[in-house]
């Protein structure tokens, strides 16, 4: 299972990468290899602002529809708009192609409740 150590995940099964005042999100390779085969990613959340903990879309596999939680506050300002055609980059790519939504973080005081590489590691091998 991979889990890159220069990303931050939730307790959720998404991971954060951070430049700057944005950041990325996806769910992690643990969570894509749990769900299955991914058929339809839906964020219809562009140009929100969103607390920590809100929902800011919904990944739909073939058994099971799965919400997806905001790691940290902010203004969702881009969709990847690749995964419409191709959902499976979620599973084929978890931490590259299969990105869903940058944010413009609000409160990068919240970064600090986002778990390490190792801490995600022992959280899902309990």
Do not use: C, R
């Not at 995940?9 to 005042?21: A, L, M, Q």
């Not at 879309?57 to 799965?66: D, I």
């Not at 979620?90 to 940058?102: A, H, L, Q, T």
């Amino acid at each position: 299972m991979n889990i890159p150590s220069e990303l931050k995940y939730t307790k959720d099964h998404e991971w954060v990468s951070i430049e700057g005042e944005i950041a990325t999100i996806g769910i992690t390779d643990f969570a894509q290899g749990e769900l299955g085969d991914i058929v339809y990613v839906d964020v219809d959340t562009l140009d929100d602002t969103l607390d920590i903990e809100e929902v800011f879309g919904s990944v739909e596999a073939v058994k099971t529809v799965s919400d997806l939680f905001m790691p940290i506050a902010g203004e969702v300002i881009e969709l990847n708009e690749a995964l419409e055609d191709e959902p499976e980059l979620v599973n084929s790519d978890p931490y590259g192609k299969g990105w869903m939504i940058k944010v413009k973080i609000s409160d990068t005081a919240q970064m600090e409740s986002l778990l390490s590489a190792d801490a995600y590691k022992e959280l899902i091998q309990g």
